[in-house]
Each structure stands twice: as C-alpha cells, then as structure tokens.
C-alpha cells in the first residue's frame, strides 16, 4: 500500500525548501505520494510548474484559517501566540524574542499594556523559566481547532502516515497541526529560517519531530523550547543545495547585461533587511554617495534589492522607502534597483521565483552589504565579501506607535552574534568605516574567506548540495519506523 505524507508549504521560503531541492523528489523516488498544502491563490500555478506523478497539489484554506484565527476569541489566540513567540526558556539567547516583547509594549494602548502586557509578562517569566510551564501552554492551544474541522475531507480522502510543516505551528498552519495530533498523526517541523528556533521557540501545536540546518539550531530548539534531543535531525538546509550546484547561476555578463550594469566597474550589491524596526535608507544614500561621488578606491556602481517587505499597503513608510530607493536610481546613474518577483497570493515576494537574481548577485557582487540578513550565509556560500552596515536614522521610522529600533542594537541578537562572532564579514557603524570596509574587500576579496567558509560550515553543516537528500531520508526514515 502507498505511503503517503501532507507536506504544509505556506511560505515562498517553504517552496524553494521542498520543491526547488531534493527532498520531494527523493520522497517521490522512495514510492512515497506527497500532498503538497499550499497557498489557495497560487496553487495552480504552483502545480503548473512542479506537478509529476505522484505529486498532489490541494489548498490550505487560509482565508477559512484566518477568519478562524480572527473571528472566534480572537484576543485569547494573539495572546497565546504571543506568549508562544517570547516564552523561549532563558537557557538559549533571547535578544530576538526580547525585541518583540518591547515591540508590542511600543505599539499597543496604555490600556492595552496595563490589562494585557503586565500580566503577560509575569507568564513570560514562568515560560522562560520552567520547562513544565512552557509544555503546559503548548497543550492547552488544542483546544482552538475549527468547529467543524478544516482539513476533514483531506485527512479522510488521504490518509497521510505524517504531516510535515515549514513551521511548528509558529504561522497558520498550527490548525492543520492540532488537527493532525487530534487524529494520531506524527507531526514534523522542517525548518526553513535561519533564525526561526530562536525568534519562534514554542511550538503552535504538539510536535513529533525535526529537522533542522545545524548543531546550533539543534540547541536552540532542545535548550529554547524542550525538544528531545533524539527526535530533532540535522539535515542542512536543502534551499542551499542549488547554490553549490549553481543551478540558479548566470553567466557574469548576462547578468551584468540583465540590470544595464557596467562590467569595468566593481559591483557592490545592498540587499536590504532588517526593514519592519528600522529604515534601511541611510545604508543605501551612504552607499549611493559613495559610488556616485568616486570616493571608494576604485569606480564602482551599486545594486539595490528591495525587501519584500518595501511592497505592502500597509504601513506606508515601507512603500515611501521603497520611492525614496527609486528616487536614488532616476538621480545616480552608477544605482540600480532590483524588485524580488512575486509568484502572488499569501505567498508574495517570497515565492522562490528569482533564485536565478538572487544567486547570481551573489556570486558576481565584488562585496554584498545588508543588514545581518539571512544572505549573509547565502553570500557566504558564494564565497563573496559581506559587509553588515548599520548606520541608523536617530529615532528609527519616527511615525506613532511604530516600534523602531536601533541597527547598532541589533549585533547581539542570536544568528546576528553568531556573524560577528566567526569573523565572516566587516561591521560597519558609520560612513568612514563602510567606506574602509569596501576599500578592504575591493583590494583583497580573500581577505576572511577562511572565516566565511567556516562559518557557513557551522550554520548549514553540509555543503555539498545533499542537505535536500538527507531530509527526505530522514523523513522515510520516520515513516518506516
């Protein structure tokens, strides 16, 4: 008889994980047929473009989820979900979940932190101080199960052996989760974010099993939120695997070709990051002004890639910096933009769809700067100098009950201390040092080429593409057990 799995992808991140590495294709190798719960508004295309046999494609029913999740006590699940994302045990480094806590103090009513935040505080010291406390809140988020359930039909038409989620319950998928405890179903989390453990921590819904890119994730998710050390697997993180086999990677004058690029001057690359606690915009004007005014030690041109944060409605700021980005392109000739592609739907400009942009930035960029984004390990992988620029806006977005918080604050949180730590890349505090950072890298790109690869060997474990592979064994490992 054929075993059969649910795979939850709500998230681009989630697609570029399963679909664009090798673990679906191995799990379909194995004789396992997978149900792929995705994005109701992109599945189709979805389909269109990963579909072969024994590869189903069927909705997540994120509008019924949500309507759920906001329309029945609609206060009491924030509050559990909140105390979830900052009850992270204070064995681990909690500098991200504590960033959170002061966030929603910063853009709640005082009426809001007299009745809710002060009491919830002194839940978040039991959390973060006693294991029986945090498995206490992980058990009583069953109870908020959609009446009649969701994902009934699909459970019963299927008959899945394990649900594998990009998240533990941590975004709307905790409901397709509950459901799958309620039914006896093993559960797994295969995480998909390099700071997911330790911005997340407690689970949205019980959980069976993991796996995760490294050692130092292993812990987070053991010491952070009570995991068994026997149930969580080191996999890597498949999304990388196409990286090392340069399957995304075009050729340096295509590429220079594709953005109007001029191929005799060195290519600095900013992606930004960082943008929902502070503007990224004095990063990119101290970076426009220093190619456009011949300051660096050789002619340069810079490469903007907005975050897919820069395209939402709503707040406004967001869109207003992505103009004010734009503005710097029509009046620098040596600025050019790049918009991350949207597949649509939930899944926006995380869709996956230009892992060829991304990649071959990386790999011809002569130095990348952001902000201690994840790119910082992809670029690593490239093997291309990285640059974290933190020159701030003094008080942030400066907008009313928006939490802003200061980059210079941000150096200790857990993936962002791990970066400064290994030595991977340059800091950069102000204009002058951005300015010798960029010099640096442009006379020597060697220069911490040890400590990049070092690095990247400790957050991803393997690098030699086999990270997709070993997850989908590590999955039939389960399902044969």
Not at 179 to 192: N, Q, Y
Not at 459 to 481: P, W
């Amino acid at each position: 008889m054929t075993k059969r799995i649910f795979i939850s992808a709500d998230h681009g991140m989630a697609i570029i994980y399963f679909l664009q590495s090798d673990v679906v294709t191995t799990l379909l190798a194995a004789g396992i047929e997978v149900v792929l719960l995705t994005d109701d508004e992109t599945k189709d295309q979805i389909a269109k473009r990963f579909g072969r046999p024994g590869l189903v494609f069927e909705g997540l029913r994120l509008k019924q989820v949500n309507g759920y999740a906001e329309g029945y006590k609609p206060r009491l699940q924030w509050l559990l979900a909140y105390l979830r994302r900052v009850g992270g045990s204070w064995r681990i480094n909690t500098e991200a979940m504590d960033s959170h806590i002061w966030e929603v103090w910063v853009e709640n009513s005082w009426k809001f932190r007299i009745g809710i935040w002060i009491p919830a505080a002194l839940v978040i010291l039991l959390l973060r101080t006693f294991s029986f406390a945090r498995k206490f809140l992980v058990r009583i988020q069953n109870r908020f199960i959609p009446e009649p359930k969701l994902y009934t039909d699909l459970f019963d038409k299927y008959k899945p052996e394990l649900v594998v989620a990009s998240t533990a319950g941590w975004r709307l998928d905790r409901y397709l989760l509950r459901e799958a405890h309620g039914r006896g179903i093993p559960t797994m989390v295969a995480i998909v974010g390099w700071d997911n453990p330790s911005s997340y921590a407690i689970p949205g819904a019980p959980m069976d099993w993991a796996t995760c890119w490294s050692a130092l994730q292993k812990e987070e998710l053991v010491l952070g939120s009570d995991w068994r050390p026997e149930r969580v697997n080191i996999g890597g993180i498949p999304s990388y695997d196409g990286y090392f086999r340069k399957d995304w990677l075009l050729p340096k004058d295509e590429y220079f070709k594709l953005h109007g690029l001029d191929p005799n001057r060195k290519l600095i690359s900013y992606a930004c990051s960082f943008v929902h606690f502070a503007p990224n915009y004095p990063n990119v004007e101290a970076l426009a002004k220093l190619v456009s005014s011949e300051s660096l030690a050789q002619p340069s041109q810079l490469l903007i890639r907005l975050h897919p944060s820069h395209f939402q409605d709503k707040p406004k700021m967001f869109a207003e910096e992505r103009d004010r980005i734009h503005n710097l392109e029509k009046k620098y000739p040596q600025v050019h933009v790049v918009r991350p592609v949207a597949l649509g739907g939930s899944l926006g400009y995380y869709s996956g769809e230009d892992m060829d942009e991304k990649s071959s930035m990386m790999a011809h960029s002569d130095v990348l700067v952001t902000v201690y984004s994840t790119m910082v390990v992809e670029t690593a992988v490239h093997d291309t100098p990285i640059v974290a620029a933190v020159l701030d806006t003094p008080g942030g977005w400066n907008k009313p009950k928006k939490y802003s918080l200061s980059l210079k604050k941000i150096g200790n949180w857990p993936t962002h201390q791990r970066f400064r730590a290994a030595r991977a890349g340059r800091i950069a505090n102000d204009e002058k040092e951005l300015c010798e950072a960029l010099n640096a890298y442009s006379r020597d790109p060697t220069l911490d080429s040890a400590e990049r690869k070092a690095f990247v060997k400790q957050e991803i474990t393997y690098t030699d593409a086999t990270s997709g592979r070993r997850t989908a064994e590590f999955i039939l490992k389960i399902l044969n057990s």
